[in-house]
T-cell receptor, first 111, second 116 residues
Framework: RKEVEQDPGPFNVPEGATVAFNCTYSNSASQSFFWYRQDCRKEPKLLMS???SGNEDGRFTAQLNRASQYISLLIRDSKLSDSATYLC????????????FGKGTRLHILP | DAGVIQSPRHEVTEMGQEVTLRCKPISGHDYLFWYRQTMMRGLELLIYFNNNVPIDDSGMPEDRFSAKMPNASFSTLKIQPSEPRDSAVYFC??????????????FGEGSRLTVL
């Protein structure tokens, strides 16, 4: 089983819709969780951290379910500029801070 | 502040040639990571350093790949000899273990390698 798994997509979503991504991780010792965004032919950049209690940043909501070992990202009122690849990231702090990326989910927002 | 700086941005070489990719992390960051990204395999961790010491190189594909970090401000990833299957975008990233946002990785713009 891969350490971090994501649905590769692509998700083709009309502008204004709500879209949700899930990500599962295999190592129960995983400590920290993040969502990164990567635009075409660019480097990944941090979108938001994922906290145990769930957290929100504008139109973006991230949630963590430790019991089921999955992380979610919800984007409300999607914009054309949200089109990108969204990468789920897990940090194994008991393994010398190893940081593992999922392969990413591609999102296309349609006008 | 300058971000992570990588060079070259693009390199096209022939099979069998030596390739050296360079990275300058953000000043003060004590972790440095090398990743490789392809469409098929996504973003793969090759090796990472803490305070210039290699911590985990289990992602390095084979002996043709080597990485060094002679000081806190410079790292190299070398492929010798290169093969067409090494074609990918190679990213360097750094992060701090202390201070604000210690979980955030800062990436360079990547080095796009094509081996013919």
């Amino acid at each position: 089983r891969k350490e971090v798994e994501q649905d590769p997509g692509p998700f083709n979503v009309p502008e204004g819709a709500t879209v949700a991504f899930n990500c599962t991780y295999s190592n129960s010792a995983s400590q920290s969780f993040f969502w990164y965004r990567q635009d075409c032919r660019k480097e990944p950049k941090l979108l938001m951290s994922v906290y145990s209690s769930g957290n929100e940043d504008g139109r973006f909501t991230a949630q963590l379910n430790r019991a089921s070992q999955y992380i979610s990202l919800l984007i409300r009122d999607s914009k054309l500029s949200d089109s990108a690849t969204y990468l789920c990231v897990v940090t194994l702090l008991n393994r010398d801070d190893k940081i593992i990326f999922g392969k990413g989910t591609r999102l296309h927002i349609l006008p | 502040d300058a971000g992570v700086i990588q060079s070259p941005r693009h390199e096209v070489t022939e099979m069998g040639q030596e390739v050296t990719l360079r990275c300058k992390p953000i000043s003060g960051h004590d972790y440095l990571f090398w990743y490789r990204q392809t469409m098929m395999r996504g973003l793969e961790l090759l090796i990472y350093f803490n305070n210039n010491v290699p911590i985990d190189d289990s992602g390095m594909p084979e002996d043709r790949f080597s990485a060094k970090m002679p000081n806190a401000s410079f790292s190299t990833l070398k492929i010798q000899p290169s093969e067409p299957r090494d074609s990918a975008v190679y990213f360097c990233a750094s992060r701090a273990s202390r201070g604000e946002n210690t979980g955030e990785l800062f990436f360079g713009e990547g080095s796009r390698l094509t081996v013919l």
